[in-house]
């Protein structure tokens, strides 16, 4: 027996070093093809006249007979045409590859179409700034993902939004009962509620996903008529201390 213990012992850190370099491997592996994206060209650049108005756009979208592919003329939208006014929701459905992320992706241009026109408030996309014309939309993905750190470094996402801002989105979307709750520090909450918003709740991390995204929201309305989405309610307010 005594054998067996010394000789687990004298292995253990052979197996350590051992793990450690599959580590080392597989970062290796990935940081390549991380730098190999990063130094990949940008496709889509600014047009040398590229338009950036000075207002908040106001959310007017128009898809006039737009027709994409992503190779040749195996054509994934044929067609399309839809208008959509400002402060109007619509729902896109349909089946596995029928094109909504498409549809998503040419209305940021991440892709251009090959045919027809996408506007903007009136202007067509591809003469618009794309920092503008991105910084125009927000999106709530899927799969909820919230950084370690603060509430309010993940409200903010880089942002440099007011804290007057920050504290009025986390009102909107009627996180801040939830704010007031909370005892322990930001930081380990941010990082149980990461956790728990994959397994048990995975509506609270799509209100602080939601929560982000209406903060840096530039054309943000704060009348009753702005959605369903956001509690306009008032009740007592949250306390700095709760988004740090």
């Known amino acids: 027996m005594a054998f067996i213990q010394y000789s687990n012992r004298f292995f253990q850190p052979i197996a350590d070093i051992s793990e450690k370099y599959n580590i080392l491997q597989s970062a290796m592996a990935s940081s390549e093809r991380l730098f190999r994206l990063i130094d990949t060209p940008a496709a889509i650049i600014n047009s040398p006249h590229a338009i950036k108005p000075a207002r908040p756009p106001k959310g007017e979208i128009e898809f006039r007979n ?14 399309v045409s839809f208008h959509v006014h400002p402060g109007e929701s619509v729902a896109i459905v349909g089946h596995t590859g029928a094109g909504k992320t498409t549809t998503t992706s040419l209305l940021t241009r991440f892709y251009d179409i090959q045919k027809g026109e996408i506007l903007l408030d009136g202007a067509k996309i591809a003469q618009l700034d794309l920092e503008y014309l991105r910084s125009s939309f927000a999106v709530v993905l899927q799969d909820v993902f919230l950084f370690s750190g603060t509430i309010e470094s993940n409200i903010r996402l880089g942002s440099p939004i007011p804290r007057e801002r920050v504290v009025a989105a986390a009102e909107d979307v009627n996180l801040a009962p939830f704010l007031r709750t909370r005892t322990a520090p930001v930081a380990r909450i941010c990082a149980r509620t990461r956790a728990r918003s994959s397994n048990s709740d995975p509506g609270r991390g799509d209100v602080e996903c939601r929560y982000g995204n209406r903060a840096s929201d530039p054309a943000g309305d704060r009348s009753p008529d702005a959605g369903p989405h956001f509690n306009h309610h008032r009740a007592s307010p949250v306390h700095d201390s709760a988004l740090r």
């Open 66 to 79: 737009v027709w994409f592919a992503y190779e040749d003329e195996n054509w994934v939208l044929k067609d």
